[in-house]
């Protein structure tokens, strides 16, 4: 029963960090303009991988 609420928690994690990398997408190219990186595809990553393990138990 935690397995599955900590799967379901990740996979909400995994889709709001995807929904925020695409709300923030046009201040993210404003901050690439002045040569700063937001390290959206970090986060992604990490939860993607998270919920892949969390998933293949």
Do not use: C, K, W
């Not at 929904?19 to 993607?48: D, E, N, T």
């Amino acid at each position: 029963m935690i397995d599955r609420a900590y799967t379901a928690t990740l996979f909400a994690l995994y889709q709001l960090s995807i929904a925020a990398g695409i709300v923030l997408m046009p201040l993210a190219l404003a901050m690439q303009q002045l040569g700063v990186s937001l390290p959206i595809h970090r986060l992604v990553a990490s939860l993607g991988t998270a919920y892949d393990e969390a998933n293949a138990v």
